[in-house]
Nanobody, 117 residues
């Protein structure tokens, strides 16, 4: 069993920055993909950014140039640096991980990010 625990959410003004962290614990083998999804009120959960263990990244178009995903593989930790935040970035952000060896997806409980003046 793998647990994902997020931290770093909060309230920030438009144009501000936040850094989210997510650490995997438990019976962790190689986490082939780690990343972040988000869900705003009344909307479906959407991909924000993912990163493979080989450092390949995917970003949704709306965050390109503003958000940066990174990983610390020995620590089983993924980060999301969010700059130039906008009101439309307000959502619950969920950590995601996938292990190829088990073909199982894992999700964190989510951390709230609110962008408001």
């Amino acid at each position: 069993q793998v647990q994902l625990v997020e931290s770093g959410g909060g309230l920030v003004q438009p144009g501000g920055s936040l850094r989210l962290s997510c650490t995997a614990s438990g019976t962790v083998f190689r986490l082939n993909v780690m990343g972040w999804y988000r869900q705003a009120p009344g909307k479906q959960r959407e991909l924000v950014a993912t990163m493979t263990s080989g450092d390949s990244t995917v970003y949704t178009d709306s965050v390109k140039g503003r958000f940066t995903i990174s990983r610390d593989n020995p620590k089983n930790t993924v980060y999301l640096q969010m700059n130039s935040l906008k009101a439309e970035d307000t959502a619950v952000y969920y950590c995601y991980a996938w292990m190829r060896i088990t073909n199982v997806e894992y999700w964190g409980r989510g951390t709230q990010v609110t962008v408001s003046s």
